[in-house]
């Protein structure tokens, strides 16, 4: 009996959970860069599309390794 073969998507998520993490790293540096210029708006966005960002990465993260234990 052959073992099913990982769909094709499923090998995306590594390189869009890396990417996504990058993505939140710039966005943390720079919010904390605009907090010490005293940009308290611009601030708040970025961390705002930072955490975005990061629940975007945890959902993918957990829908890759849910998928994995099927096969």
């Known amino acids: 009996m052959m ?3 990982v769909p094709d998507w499923v090998l995306w998520l ?3 959970n890396a990417s996504l993490n990058g993505l939140a790293t710039v966005l ?3 919010g ?3 907090i010490r210029h005293g940009k308290r708006d611009a601030h ?3 961390m705002l ?3 975005a960002v990061s629940a975007v990465f945890l959902a993918c993260y ?3 390794h849910g998928v994995l234990k099927s096969y």
């Open 28 to 30: 943390l540096l720079l």
């Open 62 to 64: 957990l829908v890759y």
């Open 14 to 16: 590594p390189p869009l």
């Open 44 to 46: 708040k966005r970025t």
């Open 49 to 51: 599309a930072a955490f």
């Open 3 to 5: 073992k099913p073969v």
């Open 32 to 34: 904390w860069r605009l």
